[in-house]
T-cell receptor, first 115, second 114 residues
Framework: AQSVTQLDSQVPVFEEAPVELRCNYS??????LFWYVQYPNQGLQLLLK??????LVKGINGFEAEFNKSQTSFHLRKPSVHISDTAEYFC?????????????FGKGTLLTVNP | NAGVTQTPKFQVLKTGQSMTLQCAQD?????MSWYRQDPGMGLRLIHY???????DQGEVPNGYNVSRSTTEDFPLRLLSAAPSQTSVYFC?????????????FGPGTRLTVL
């Protein structure tokens, strides 16, 4: 079975500051990794994903994440955040065997960007 | 394309009532899933389907039924609602495959069981 741990439930930052949202996973097989974002009162939308290849993945809205297999981590970063980045962010994993319709989610990190 | 649509957006039920949450997608996706979202719990998979006529249980299936008679529709049925089923329910679809495995989520149904 796989699991996802998001180490911070809430991250408050000031506008234009850098941010890192941490995600660690455990799995007995190779995995695909995802970050989803949920704006208030909306559904989830994909921010970025790692399937294979380069360990540095770039997503929408200036976010990027780095896959670290030895540390089983997939931390999300942005060099300078905006007020509009305030949202809840979910890390998710699916196993490499093709069952990518079965995502296991972390509990989420609420990013609050203050002026 | 409308993407993934869910109805209703809000629903209040009394304990013991039954209801069906509707989900439809117009992207011809094979895979569809139902998740529930509870505060501090993230999203948990209830049921999923890999194609018309094929469904399977996820992490928290008890108290819910699904069927998939068409590619487009994947309704979720609550047989006898309980307060523990108060949650936000999301339907998602995915085209599947190695490089097209992004899940597309609907806007959610907020359910309250009294």
């Amino acid at each position: 079975a796989q699991s996802v741990t998001q180490l911070d439930s809430q991250v408050p930052v000031f506008e234009e500051a850098p941010v890192e949202l941490r995600c660690n996973y455990s799995s007995s097989v190779s995995v695909y990794l995802f970050w989803y974002v949920q704006y208030p009162n909306q559904g989830l939308q994909l921010l970025l994903k790692y399937l294979s290849g380069s360990t540095l993945v770039k997503g929408i809205n200036g976010f990027e994440a780095e896959f670290n297999k030895s540390q089983t981590s997939f931390h999300l970063r942005k060099p300078s955040v905006h007020i509009s980045d305030t949202a809840e962010y979910f890390c998710a994993v699916s196993d490499h065997g093709g069952s990518n319709y079965k995502l296991t989610f972390g509990k989420g990190t609420l990013l609050t960007v203050n002026p | 394309n409308a993407g993934v649509t869910q109805t209703p957006k809000f629903q209040v039920l009394k304990t013991g009532q039954s209801m069906t949450l509707q989900c439809a997608q117009d992207m011809n996706h094979e895979y569809m899933s139902w998740y529930r979202q509870d505060p501090g719990m993230g999203l948990r998979l209830i049921h999923y389907s890999v194609g018309a006529g094929i469904t399977d249980q996820g992490e928290v299936p008890n108290g819910y039924n699904v069927s998939r008679s068409t590619t487009e529709d994947f309704p979720l049925r609550l047989l006898s609602a309980a307060p523990s089923q108060t949650s936000v329910y999301f339907c998602a679809s995915s085209p599947g495959g190695v490089d097209t495995d992004t899940q597309y989520f609907g806007p959610g149904t907020r359910l309250t069981v009294l």
